[in-house]
């Protein structure tokens, strides 16, 4: 059994970016976590219960996609920047030490989001203490900035199969009265598709290596 953890911004980061890949790990029987920096969603004068409609729409998707969610500072961050950098990497400090991941999947430090790429910099900096987990990076979840067209996957992974499972999961987040942009499912399939046809395949995800110690029956992902 292989043991990853993803390490995104916001709830739906992971699903977007990573909702196939999630979905055939657990397929496998490989043990997933997705460990978010904040909930991203402050309540209004007019809507109080934002918050919590965020945190149930990431549950909701982590039991679609069969994964472990977990909120480092126990989900009592909205935005990244409002973590001193060197509490960040304590955080991911703390985590790999308990888990002890083989694999690590973050943002890709040259995102146009700002929350990504500080917390792709607190992941690169704690890696100083991983001697064998592996670091793997996601791409940009929002396509019409520049930065998407110039994420470049060294690794693929065939998703088609599990497409239909990662829409399920993004759905979830399409709850009345949310705060942020609408994901555009639509958008998602054609961009994965595209991805995939890239490498001759239905649909794909991809991503970068940026470290593996290879050991021989350890697998990357």
Same mark, same amino acid.
């Given at each position: 059994?292989?043991? /990853?953890?993803? *390490? +995104?911004?916001?709830?739906?980061?992971?699903?977007?970016?990573?909702?196939? %890949?999630?979905?055939?790990?657990? $397929?496998?029987?490989?043990? *997933?976590?997705?460990?978010? #920096?904040?909930?991203? &969603?402050? +309540?209004?004068?007019?809507?109080?219960?934002?918050?919590?409609? @965020?945190? +149930?729409?990431? $549950?909701?998707?982590?039991?679609?996609?069969?994964?472990?969610?977990?909120?480092?500072?126990?989900?009592?961050?909205?935005? *990244?920047?409002?973590?001193? &950098?060197?509490?960040?990497?304590? =955080?991911?400090?703390?985590?790999?030490?308990?888990?002890?991941?083989? %694999?690590? =999947?973050?943002?890709?430090?040259?995102?146009?989001?700002?929350?990504?790429?500080?917390?792709?910099?607190?992941?690169?900096?704690?890696?100083?203490?991983?001697? @064998?987990? !592996?670091?793997?990076? #996601?791409?940009?979840?929002?396509?019409?900035?520049?930065?998407?067209?110039? #994420? /470049?996957? %060294?690794?693929? *992974?065939?998703?088609?199969?599990?497409?239909?499972?990662?829409?399920? !999961?993004?759905?979830?987040?399409?709850?009345?009265?949310?705060? #942020?942009?609408?994901?555009?499912?639509?958008?998602?399939?054609?961009?994965?598709?595209? @991805?995939?046809?890239?490498?001759?395949?239905?649909? +794909?995800?991809?991503?970068?290596?940026?470290?593996?110690?290879?050991?021989?029956?350890?697998?990357?992902?």
């Amino acid at each position: 059994m292989t043991r /990853v953890l993803i *390490v +995104a911004a916001h709830p739906d980061d992971a699903e977007l970016a990573l909702g196939g %890949t999630i979905a055939q790990l657990t $397929e496998r029987g490989d043990e *997933v976590t997705v460990a978010l #920096f904040t909930v991203s &969603e402050t +309540a209004s004068t007019q809507d109080r219960d934002r918050r919590a409609r @965020r945190i +149930a729409a990431a $549950e909701a998707a982590a039991q679609t996609l069969g994964h472990r969610l977990h909120w480092l500072g126990d989900g009592r961050y909205d935005q *990244v920047e409002d973590i001193p &950098e060197y509490r960040a990497v304590g =955080l991911l400090d703390d985590l790999v030490a308990e888990m002890e991941p083989d %694999t690590l =999947l973050t943002h890709w430090d040259g995102d146009s989001h700002g929350d990504h790429v500080r917390v792709a910099r607190a992941a690169i900096a704690s890696s100083r203490r991983w001697p @064998r987990t !592996a670091l793997l990076q #996601f791409g940009p979840n929002e396509h019409r900035t520049v930065r998407h067209a110039e #994420f /470049v996957p %060294t690794l693929y *992974v065939p998703t088609a199969a599990q497409l239909p499972r990662k829409l399920r !999961a993004l759905a979830c987040y399409a709850y009345p009265g949310q705060g #942020f942009r609408a994901l555009d499912p639509d958008a998602v399939e054609l961009l994965d598709r595209a @991805r995939g046809a890239a490498v001759g395949l239905a649909a +794909a995800e991809g991503l970068r290596l940026v470290r593996h110690c290879l050991t021989p029956g350890r697998p990357l992902l």
